[in-house]
């Protein structure tokens, strides 16, 4: 079973609107908490990452929340560009893991002009 | 300077043919991994090898056999391939005193099981 649940499964947003995408874990033991972004033919790449010691982590127009009591997590994008259009995955991982990520199902954002 | 380079990254061959992806990277990396995306984006691990020794294993059929030859090089070999087999497999590399950061994912292989 999925690990790391996320939604929606597809976003559209006007240009210079936020995109917000929510994710929820279950397994305590995830203490990294990455974001993917993936363009089209292209392998996920690394957006931004938080650690369950922070609540917010923000980089440039993009912010990850963390809610370590409800397990949850979201990224914001803001300004949102149509060059933002992608799919984007959250994902987790526990340190002692040997790099195992646990993905969420992706969430296809659309930035309309 | 491709850091985790992948080929072929298209494959169409036939039900029951025999075929390997490959995968290296320059990066200095000790780990390496490989992914399957299905028709629906769903990323999923199936394999993981560290200094050429098998670690992460998840339930893949035995039909998938990775080899380590070093550990700048993983590839996959895929036997008696099914339609199911259909997806795009990703492979990343990390090193693992840098764990959970410094994963590199390749740009993926393309596999159309017909």
């Known amino acids: 079973q999925q690990q790391v649940k996320q939604s929606p499964q597809s976003l559209i947003v006007q240009k210079g609107g936020i995109s917000i995408i929510n994710c929820a874990y279950e397994n305590t033991a995830f203490d990294y908490f990455p974001w993917y972004q993936q363009f089209p033919g292209k392998g996920p790449a690394l957006l931004i990452a938080i650690r369950p010691d922070v609540s917010e982590k923000k980089e440039g127009r993009f912010t990850i929340s963390f809610n370590k009591s409800a397990k949850q997590f979201s990224l914001h994008i803001m300004d949102s560009q149509p060059g933002d259009s992608a799919t984007y995955f959250c994902a987790a991982t526990s340190t002692d893991s040997w790099g195992k990520f646990q993905f969420g199902a992706g969430t296809q954002v659309v930035v309309t002009p | 300077d491709t850091a985790v380079s992948q080929t072929p990254k298209y494959l169409v061959t036939q039900m029951g043919n025999d075929k390997s992806i490959k995968c290296e990277q320059n990066?200095?990396?000790?780990?390496m991994y490989w992914y399957k995306q299905d028709s629906k984006k769903f990323l999923k691990i199936m394999f993981s090898?560290?200094?050429?020794?098998?670690?992460i294993n998840e339930t893949v059929p035995n039909r998938f056999s990775p080899k380590s030859p070093d550990k700048a090089h993983l590839n996959l070999h895929i036997n008696s391939l099914e339609l199911g087999d259909s997806a795009v497999y990703f492979c990343?590399?990390?090193?693992?005193?840098?764990?959970?950061?410094?994963?590199?994912f390749g740009s993926g292989t393309r596999l159309t099981v017909v």
């Open positions: 090898y560290n200094n050429k020794e098998l670690i």
């Open positions: 990066l200095g990396h000790d780990t």
């Open positions: 990343a590399s990390s090193r693992y005193t840098d764990l959970p950061y410094g994963y590199t």
